[in-house]
T-cell receptor, first 116, second 113 residues
């Protein structure tokens, strides 16, 4: 049973370039969440998606960041015109249903983005 | 406001001893879940244990147990018989009614041989 998969594990970009992070949820899970972890901090919620729908993007910066979860294929977190402050670990999690207070979210290994 | 507080930035424990990692939370929602995750140096987030607000008994998973004191709003993680492989960052998280997890700032645990 494959867990949540994220790629790449490490990504280096120069300022102004685009970063594209991919997440494949666990088999049977149709709900995906993205979190960001800045150095020496806890994870912060960014966005919640179901297939072809963004349910909640309240934690995502208004500019340069976008996310999608198409009918086929992985969820993508896209960061345009990256800046040094975007350097962080980006984690994807999945759950089988709208995660209420009894559902566990399972996390991927994260993508570590470094902006030079 | 909903908040998770982990007041111990770092902890040391001798191998084979027990250690308690502190976590307090703040929410006015009567229904919530509390989670602990381990983050080793490799960076992945590993789910350890879950406690629901209505659960009568403290959760246990192998060497991990959660000391849930509802009146004090605390959900401390107890690791028994520490092993060198337990050295990692540990995060407490809360989920209240929605899907969002709120994480604490973490505690870095170092197990000494």
């Amino acid at each position: 049973n494959a867990g949540v998969m994220q790629n790449p594990r490490h990504l280096v970009r120069r300022r102004g370039q685009e970063a594209r992070l991919r997440c494949s949820p666990m088999k049977g899970h149709s709900h995906v969440y993205w979190y960001r972890q800045l150095p020496e901090e806890g994870l912060k919620f960014m966005v919640y998606l179901q297939k072809e729908n963004i349910i909640d993007e309240s934690g995502m910066p208004k500019e340069r960041f976008s996310a999608e979860f198409p009918k086929e294929g992985p969820s993508i977190l896209r960061i345009q015109q990256v800046v040094r402050g975007d350097s962080a670990a980006y984690f994807c999690a999945s759950s089988p249903s709208p995660s209420g207070s009894t559902d566990t979210q399972y996390f991927g290994p994260g993508t570590r983005l470094t902006v030079l | 406001a909903q908040k998770i507080t982990q007041t111990q930035p770092g902890m040391f424990v001798q191998e084979k001893e027990a250690v308690t990692l502190d976590c307090t939370y703040d929410t006015s929602d009567p229904s919530y879940g509390l989670f602990w995750y381990k983050q080793p140096s490799s960076g992945e987030m590993i789910f350890l244990i879950y406690q629901g607000s209505y659960d009568q008994q403290n959760a246990t998973e192998g060497r991990y147990s959660l000391n849930f004191q509802k009146a004090r709003k605390s959900a401390n993680l107890v690791i028994s018989a520490s092993q060198l492989g337990d050295s990692a960052m540990y995060f407490c998280a809360m989920q209240t009614g929605t899907y969002k997890y709120i994480f604490g700032t973490g505690t870095r645990l170092k197990v000494l041989a």
